[in-house]
C-alpha cells in the first residue's frame, strides 16, 4: 500500500489549505479497511498527531491546537482521505504525513502504530 500526501504550500496567516491522502498499490484492497490520520512535523520539533478519522468516517479526532480549524473527511470510493485547513497560523508550519492502519474497529481513531506512511507534504505559513 502505498500513500500519497499532496496539496502542502505557501500561505498566508488566515488563509486555507486543502491536503489529500490518496491510497494504491498491488496489495492495497478497500481504503475503509484503514483508519486514516494526519500527523506534523515541525522543525526542531516531535512529530505530533493533527487529526484522525475512522473507517466508517463517522468518528473523528482533532488536537485542541487544531479543533474549529482543520477537518478530516474520506471519500472511500475515491481512497482519499481530506484534511481542510483553515485559518492557518505560522505555527501550523511544518511537514503534514498522512498514515493509515488497518484492523482497527469501524468507529475506531486510534491508529495506533500506522502500517503505512505517506512521503509527507511541506505547509509554510507566512506571517
Known amino acids: 500500500v502505498q500513500l500519497q500526501a499532496s496539496g502542502g504550500g505557501l500561505v498566508q496567516a488566515g488563509g486555507s489549505l486543502r491536503l489529500s491522502c490518496a491510497a494504491s498499490g498491488r496489495t492495497f484492497s478497500r481504503y475503509d479497511s484503514y483508519a486514516v490520520g494526519w500527523f506534523r512535523q515541525a522543525p526542531g520539533k516531535e512529530r505530533e498527531s493533527v487529526a484522525a478519522?475512522?473507517?466508517?468516517?463517522?468518528?473523528?479526532y482533532y488536537a485542541d491546537s487544531v479543533k474549529g480549524r482543520f477537518t478530516i473527511s474520506r471519500d472511500n470510493a475515491k481512497n482519499t482521505v481530506y484534511l481542510q485547513m483553515n485559518s492557518l497560523k505560522p505555527e501550523d508550519t511544518a511537514v503534514y504525513y498522512c498514515?493509515?492502519?488497518?484492523?482497527?474497529?469501524?468507529?475506531?481513531?486510534?491508529?495506533?502504530?500506522?502500517?503505512?506512511w505517506g512521503q509527507g507534504t511541506l505547509v509554510t505559513v507566512s506571517s
Open positions: 478519522i475512522s473507517r466508517s468516517a463517522g468518528s473523528t
Open positions: 498514515a493509515a492502519t488497518g484492523g482497527r474497529r469501524w468507529e475506531s481513531v486510534d491508529l495506533g502504530t500506522p502500517n503505512y
